[in-house]
């Protein structure tokens, strides 16, 4: 059974980095036809899509994002990351990663909340 | 940019109700980037129904999606304890998603 396992922070202060991490396990990451997400959704709101990656590192960002944003994979890991610059409260959110096969997500990490904070 | 909406916000409902949640989008789009998702407190979203009308596996059959052009319908025949959640749909296209705000779907 494929897993997803988001790692990183918790806790951020304005202007620093947010780092995390999706480890998969159960399958692999390099497998045909599939790509990989993040989605955020902030407390007591809706899901945002926040970036997609393949494995042959081709990247896709939400413009309203796109400028601090970066997502990368490592195969050798069976993982992708996501960074995001410059970090204000309403960055504050869980965020997920996922898997995109056949234009769905059907495989969903628990999500790893973030909060933004001084 | 294409926007999606949902209706109701929220809808209140019995156990055995049937009931329909509606998303519309700004302008039309394909059935095949349409999927719809349940989320309960503290989870994340489930996949229930993918390219508009197809069932995920292992998702009860008291669950159907339809729709086409603008305007998509999720569908729950018969209310059960363990539907009460907010819906979410989603329209995928060029590689980008956009959400729908949701339907939370309470107890009457």
């Known amino acids: 059974q494929l897993q997803l396992q988001e790692s990183g922070p918790g806790l951020l202060k304005p202007s620093e980095t947010l780092s995390l991490t999706c480890t998969v396990s159960?399958?692999?990451?390099?497998?045909?036809?599939?790509?990989w997400c993040w989605i955020r959704q902030p407390p007591g709101k809706g899901l945002e899509w926040v970036a997609t990656i393949h494995y042959s590192g081709s990247t896709y960002y939400n413009p309203s994002l796109k400028s601090r944003v970066t997502i990368s994979v490592d195969t050798s890991k069976n993982q992708f990351s996501l960074k995001l610059r410059s970090v204000t409260a309403a960055d504050t959110s869980v965020y997920y990663c996922a898997r995109i096969y056949g234009a769905s997500l059907d495989y969903w990490g628990q999500g790893s909340l973030v909060t933004v904070s001084s | 940019d294409i926007q999606m909406t949902q209706s109701p916000s929220t809808l209140s409902a019995s156990v055995g109700d049937r009931v329909t949640l509606t998303c519309r989008a700004s302008q039309s789009i394909s059935s095949s980037g349409v999927a719809w998702y349940q989320q309960k407190p503290g989870k994340a979203p489930k996949l229930l129904i993918y390219k508009a009308s197809n069932l995920e596996s292992g998702v009860p059959s008291r669950f159907s999606g339809s729709g086409s052009g603008t305007d998509f319908t999720l569908t729950i025949s018969s209310l059960q304890p363990e539907d009460f959640a907010t819906y979410y749909c989603?329209?995928?296209?060029?590689?980008?998603?956009?959400f729908g705000p949701g339907t939370k779907v309470d107890i009457k």
């Open positions: 989603h329209q995928y296209n060029s590689f980008l998603f956009t």
């Open positions: 159960g399958g692999s990451i390099s497998r045909s036809g599939v790509y």
